[in-house]
């Protein structure tokens, strides 16, 4: 089993910044493969960023990239997301996520096997 616990979220004006944390444990972390995604009002839940376990491989949702970063430090035991250049669509509820293998399919939830329970992101404008 593997518990995922998110913190730094919170409410930040449009055009700033916060970063998020996921701290696991329960298995060698560095080899689960880890998301965040993001649940808004009354929408889907999407996959904004993902990481290899070694962190050398990421993807990002196209609506995110060059404004998150996805991280991690292994050593710590912990997945980071940085968020820059934050606007009101960014509002949401966002997750972390962990695999235990390689799936292609890493951009659908279904595919992970542990959740963590969310922390809300809100941007006023």
């Known amino acids: 089993q593997v518990q995922l616990v998110e913190s730094g979220g919170g409410l930040v004006q449009a055009g700033g910044s916060l970063r998020l944390s996921c701290a696991a444990s329960g298995r060698t972390f560095g080899t689960l493969y880890m998301a965040w995604f993001r649940q808004a009002p009354r929408k889907e839940r999407e996959c904004v960023a993902f990481v290899s376990g070694s962190g050398t491989s990421t993807d990002y949702q196209n609506s995110v990239k060059g404004r998150f970063t996805i991280s991690r430090d292994n050593a710590k035991n912990t997945v980071y997301l940085q968020m820059n250049s934050l606007e009101p669509e960014d509002t949401a509820v966002y997750y972390c996520?962990?695999?235990?293998?390689?799936?292609?399919?890493?951009?659908?939830?279904?595919?992970?096997?542990?959740w963590g329970q969310g922390t809300q992101v809100t941007v006023s404008s």
């Open positions: 996520a962990a695999r235990n293998a390689w799936n292609p399919s890493y951009y659908l939830d279904d595919v992970y096997d542990y």
